[in-house]
């Protein structure tokens, strides 16, 4: 009996194995000490209790598994979304071209995420799940013309990326993302090609659906309709003020989906590790615009505050993001 | 070669915003000259047995602190281009009103970055590395396309830092921080793609488009590899505390 070929075979199916466990070392460290004491017989006993501890749930803390099914939840409502994209009246054509590109990432992601869980990953949702015109499933939203209303369809584009950047970076700390450096470092990856989207997405907005040069346009405040690439405070409330506030909002610090000594602040936060950033904080911030401070950082969000975002695109009764509230 | 930090295009004027650093840059680069002859005996022998301290190089050093004085020196490095690029004559004479509103928010952002690292290292009760001396091909600030591809190269090798060294960092504040900053680097390296071919803001070269669709996280000793060429003699980076 092998025992590390064991956790080869369960790492497979679940990264976290190592995480789960104490440490690989520690293992060592058990299996040395335990080894003249056991018989081959009773070894089977030992690892059988080395697993119940390791899969016992830490109260309030999520396993790893569960961010990486609640990012997978997330990339199906964007590859989803990305799907409807072909009745879009009024589109230049690089700007058709670039929704399909970040259609075929959302679809990778998903296929991606899939893969890492393996037979732990959720059933596919299907896009009967899903109601992007926020009706819950009546079609009758307030974003109802999505389908074929270019600056609707930019408007939610642009939701979705902001409400996926936060998630990820909400979710990166975590402690059993922290602990499966693979995990992580996927994140990361996942993070900042959805950060790539939502600054394109802004450019497009920012210069309009039919422009062919997106890169060129002009951002006006309050940047809700003509957003920088980036979040500045609050952008007014987002894409559609009244709605998206919760987009750039504060979040939970506490509770299942959020990471130990996090604190999720909205995105206009200026205190950045117990540093208040001002014009007077460094000489070379002298005459900086005060909105700079909190747009050179984004905000997370924990997953409870990103689920209720998302729920609001699902259908009534479908549960896909309701189990985390 | 050293001499290219006081022949280079880097305008005396670059460093007014930082006026005590200069005559350190300057005397420290001479007494590396000075010394180079009679010291090379010292510094091979210093490499047998620790090559983290050579002469001439700037180690960030280990652990989390490692890795937040590894992200100071390329905000440093940045943050010192954008100032630059904002004096230079493509920005002054040439750049359309979105490229100068782009531009000017990059400088801000990127200057924010690097003080606040120096200023949280410092409250973390750690030392910051010193100030990094920068050095640029002749006319990189003249055209559009220098300035851009520059730019992308920064912002794409930043993002591709960022998301590498995250798993050396241990505390999860740090982290969350570094996600803070990396989805703003990465929010700069799409606009400024699409400034340079419309479209091209998850470009294959970056991201694993006919595979995972994931971004291509760099190692320290890669990233550095890259970025210590735009750095000085003095000021160049040893990364082989971190991971």
Redesign the interface.
């Known amino acids: 009996m092998n025992f590390f070929d064991i956790l080869s075979e369960i790492e497979k199916v679940d990264p976290e194995v190592y995480g789960r466990l104490d440490s690989r070392r520690s293992i060592f460290k058990h299996m040395s000490g335990v080894g003249q004491k056991l018989t081959a017989a009773a070894l089977p006993l030992f690892v059988g209790a080395v697993f119940n501890k390791a899969y016992a749930q830490t109260p309030g803390s999520l396993a790893v598994n569960d961010v990486l099914n609640f990012a997978l939840r997330l990339e199906y409502l964007e590859m989803y979304f990305y799907q409807q994209r072909t009745a879009l009246t009024g589109l230049s054509s ?1 700007n058709a ?2 929704l399909s ?2 259609a ?3 679809a ?2 998903v ?2 995420l899939r893969g890492v869980l393996g037979s732990a990953a959720i059933n596919d949702p299907t896009a009967a799940a899903f109601d992007f015109s926020g009706g819950k499933g009546t079609a009758t939203g307030p974003f109802s013309d999505y389908r074929t209303n270019p600056v609707t369809y930019l408007a939610l584009a642009q939701s979705f990326e902001d409400t996926g ?1 936060r998630a ?2 909400g979710a ?2 975590i ?1 059993s993302v ?1 602990a499966n ?1 693979t995990v ?3 994140a ?13 997405i802004r ?1 497009m907005r920012r210069a309009g659906a039919n422009n ?8 006006v405040s309050p940047y809700s309709s003509a957003p ?3 979040v500045s405070g609050t952008d007014g409330g987002g894409a559609v003020p009244g709605t998206t506030n919760a987009i750039y909002g504060a979040g939970n610090s506490s509770g299942a989906g959020t ?4 604190t999720y602040l909205a995105e206009d936060n200026n205190v ?4 208040t ?1 001002t014009t007077s ?5 002298s005459g ?2 005060t909105t ?2 909190s ?6 969000l924990d997953v409870k505050t990103v689920a209720t975002i998302a729920n609001l695109f699902v259908v009534t009764g479908n549960n896909l993001f309701s189990v985390y509230l | 070669m050293s001499h290219k930090t006081l022949s280079g295009p880097q305008a005396p004027e670059a460093n007014l915003d930082q006026p005590l650093y200069t005559p350190i840059k300057r005397r420290s680069f001479f007494m590396y000259a000075g010394a180079t002859a009679g010291a090379t005996a010292l510094v091979l022998a210093g490499c047998k047995d620790d090559n983290n301290n050579m002469p001439g190089m700037v180690n960030v050093g280990t652990g989390d602190v490692g890795v937040l004085n590894y992200a100071y020196a390329l905000e440093q490095l940045e943050a010192d281009f954008y100032t630059q690029v904002r004096m230079g004559s493509y920005y002054t004479s040439s750049a359309t009103a979105a490229e100068k509103q782009i531009l000017d928010d990059l400088y801000y952002h990127e200057v924010i970055h690097r003080d606040f690292f120096k200023a949280a290292i410092t409250a973390a009760g750690a030392t910051p590395i010193k100030p990094l001396t920068t050095v640029y091909p002749a006319g990189t600030f003249s055209s559009k396309s220098s300035v851009l591809a520059t730019a992308k190269a920064f912002e794409d090798l930043g993002v591709a830092a960022y998301n590498g060294a995250g798993q050396y960092i241990t505390t999860p504040q740090y982290l969350y921080i570094a996600g803070k900053i990396v989805s703003i680097e990465a929010r700069h390296a799409a606009i400024i793609r699409d400034l340079v071919k419309e479209g091209d803001f998850v470009g294959s070269d970056i991201v694993d488009i006919a595979g995972n669709s994931l971004e291509m996280s760099k190692a320290p000793s890669v990233v550095v590899a890259t970025a210590n060429t735009f750095l000085a003699d003095g000021s160049k980076l040893n990364v082989s505390g971190l991971g």
Do not use: C
């Not at chain 1, 062919?212 to 951002?219: F, I, L, N, Y």
């Not at chain 1, 990471?259 to 996090?262: E, R, S």
């Not at chain 1, 747009?295 to 997370?300: H, K, L, Q, V, Y």
């Open positions: 690089v071209s670039a590109l970040i075929t990432d959302e990778n992601h296929k991606f950047v990820y970076k990166a700390p402690s922290m450096k992580l470092t996927a990361l990856n996942i993070h900042s090609v959805e950060a790539r989207h939502a600054s394109h450019a062919s040069t997106p890169s060129q346009g002009v951002a920088k690439s980036w990471a130990a000594n996090v950045q590790g117990g540093v950033l904080t460094s000489p070379a911030f900086f615009p700079a401070f747009e050179a950082f984004d905000e997370g």
